[in-house]
C-alpha cells in the first residue's frame, strides 16, 4: 500500500473511445503529477497541479486532459488516443516544501497499463 | 536532450557483492537527487535521496555518492541482495517548490545468488 491508489490498473481503449483514469492520494500532500512510462524511455511529466492549479504541462496532446478537482484527487481523461499512447500511467503526488531532506520526495500509486487498440 | 543518464541499461550482480549503479545530469541547477526502484507491474518507490549540500548519504545497505563538479551521482548496495534485482531510476529536481523530477532511463539490476 503505497498511498496513492490508481484505478483503473488495467484499460484496453479503441481510438474513438473516451475513458478516464482516476488518482487519489491518502497522503494528506498538497500536490500531485501525472507520468508517462513507455517502453526504454524516461518517465516523462506529463501535468503538476500544486495546491489544485496546474502549474506544468510538457506539451501534452490535447487528447490528454487533467482535472484536479481538490488535492487529494487527480483525473486523467482520455479521448481519441493512438496506439502510441499505450504505455503506463503512473500518478505521484508530494508534499510541496523549500528545504530539508525530503524536499520533492514524489510517492507513486502503482499505474493504470493502457493499451489503444 | 536528456537532463538525466542513466548510462547502463542492466547491471548483473552476484550475490553478497556490491552493486553499484551510476547516473549524470546535465543542469548544474539541480541540487536535490533521488534514487526510485521499481518492480515489474507496480509503480516506483523511493529509495534514498540527496541534497547538493552533501557528499554522501548512507541508509542501511544503500549509500548514495555525488559527485557536484562531474555531475555524477551513484547509488552503492552491499552486500547486494536477489530481493534488490529491480529496475532502478535516477531522478533530480530544481530548487523550486511545487517541481517535478527529471528521470532517468532506468538501470535493470540482477542480482544472482
Known amino acids: 500500500e503505497t498511498g496513492v491508489t490508481q484505478t483503473p490498473r488495467h484499460l484496453v481503449m479503441g481510438m474513438t473511445n473516451k475513458k478516464s483514469l482516476k488518482c487519489e492520494q491518502h497522503?494528506?500532500?498538497?500536490?500531485m503529477y501525472w507520468y508517462k512510462q513507455s517502453a526504454k524511455k524516461p518517465l516523462e511529466l506529463m501535468f503538476v497541479y500544486s495546491l489544485e492549479e496546474r502549474v506544468e504541462n510538457n506539451s501534452v496532446p490535447s487528447r490528454f486532459s487533467p482535472e484536479c478537482p481538490n488535492s487529494s484527487h487527480l483525473f486523467l481523461h482520455l479521448h481519441t488516443l493512438q496506439p502510441e499512447d499505450s504505455a503506463l500511467y503512473l500518478c505521484?503526488?508530494?508534499?510541496?516544501?523549500?528545504?530539508?531532506?525530503?524536499?520533492?520526495?514524489?510517492?507513486f500509486g502503482e499505474g493504470s497499463w493502457l493499451t489503444v487498440v | 536532450d536528456q537532463q538525466v543518464k542513466q548510462n547502463s541499461p542492466s547491471l548483473s550482480v552476484q550475490e553478497g557483492r556490491i552493486s553499484i549503479l551510476n547516473c549524470d545530469y546535465t543542469n548544474s541547477m539541480f541540487d536535490y537527487f533521488l534514487w526510485y526502484k521499481k518492480y515489474p507491474a507496480e509503480g516506483p518507490t523511493f529509495l534514498i535521496s540527496?541534497?547538493?549540500?552533501?557528499d554522501k548519504n548512507e541508509d542501511g545497505r544503500f549509500t548514495v555518492f555525488l559527485n557536484k563538479s562531474a555531475k555524477h551521482l551513484s547509488l552503492h548496495i552491499v552486500p547486494s541482495q536477489p530481493g534488490d534485482s529491480a529496475v532502478y531510476f535516477c531522478a533530480a529536481s530544481l530548487n523550486q517548490a511545487g517541481t517535478a523530477l527529471i528521470f532517468g532511463k532506468g538501470t535493470t539490476l540482477s542480482v544472482s545468488s
Open positions: 497522503l494528506g500532500h498538497n500536490a
Open positions: 505521484a503526488s508530494s508534499q510541496v516544501l523549500t528545504g530539508g531532506e525530503k524536499r520533492n520526495t514524489i510517492y
Open positions: 540527496i541534497s547538493s549540500i552533501k
